[in-house]
């Protein structure tokens, strides 16, 4: 008798947690209506009303560029847009304004970059030891991480990996590089000159023994004047890394670098 009971209770809890769940999901989808009531969605590129992204806008986030990167192994970067007008707009509101939404698509075209990627590093791939490539992202300073409440990179590079993984190579994400204190946001510290001074040692590897010997992509959201890039270079080839490739959601284009 005491067994039934128990298997009473226990059939009455597992009906409860999944109330619960029906009804968690049913709140969340009010609180996301009554969002929508109150801050209409709109095109986070253009304001085009009733859509994350409109086509027009969704085009734009995908007209690859390279920059010279020469402290990378195939002496570029890639980027998967020029950083203006709307593909300006919809990263910082990813970004600086937590439009999580955006992932899916940024984190698309970032995966879209893979197979002209796999392309250019399978020649530096074949001379060397077969170790796993490791995607690392460019870091973010300890107030980014606090205020956004998370690892905004994270999206995009499991999208790059699973692509990565679709051409035959064998990647991981290795979060190796952490950042001293900054005063202010990489995008908003004029000219190269005084970026580089900012970032000058800020840069470093968490663990050194992860790295050595691997090859390595880093991942950043924005390249202005490729300080970021070049610093976390400097920091995994002390480490032991071979860096290959800096890669982005999109580029300053050469030339613009102060703008």
């Not at 510290?189 to 050595?212: C, F, K, Q, T």
């Not at 880093?218 to 032991?240: F, H, M, N, P």
Request: hydrophobic share 45%; proline share 8%; with cysteine.
């Amino acid at each position: 008798m005491f067994e039934g009971w128990l298997g009473v209770m226990r059939n009455l809890s597992s009906a409860s947690g999944r109330f619960r769940q029906a009804a968690c999901a049913v709140a969340s989808a009010l609180a996301s209506s009554a969002l929508d009531l109150l801050a209409p969605r709109a095109c986070a590129g253009c304001g085009r009303p009733d859509l994350l992204l409109c086509p027009t806008c969704i085009s734009l986030l995908f007209r690859p560029l390279s920059v010279p990167a020469p402290a990378y192994a195939i002496g570029l970067a890639l980027a998967c847009a020029p950083y203006r007008g709307p593909v300006r707009r919809i990263i910082l509101a990813w970004k600086d304004h937590d439009n999580r939404p955006l992932d899916a698509p940024l984190g698309q075209v970032m995966a879209d970059l893979a197979p002209v990627l796999a392309r250019l590093i399978d020649p530096l791939l074949r001379s060397k030891p077969a170790k796993a490539i490791l995607v690392v992202p460019a870091p973010s300073s300890s107030a980014s991480l606090r205020r956004r409440g998370r690892v905004h990179l994270q999206p995009i590079l499991l999208s790059l990996v699973q692509s990565l993984q679709q051409q035959g190579l064998t990647v991981r994400v290795e979060p190796a590089l952490i950042m001293n204190s900054v005063r202010t946001k990489s995008v908003q510290a004029g000219g190269r000159r005084n970026r580089s001074r900012r970032l000058a040692g800020r840069i470093a590897v968490a663990d050194p023994s992860r790295l050595a010997g691997h090859p390595v992509l880093v991942v950043d959201d924005i390249i202005t004047t490729g300080s970021t890039i070049r610093q976390c270079a400097r920091a995994l080839e002390t480490a032991g890394a071979l860096p290959l490739a800096a890669l982005a959601l999109a580029a300053v284009p050469p030339g613009h670098e102060d703008l």
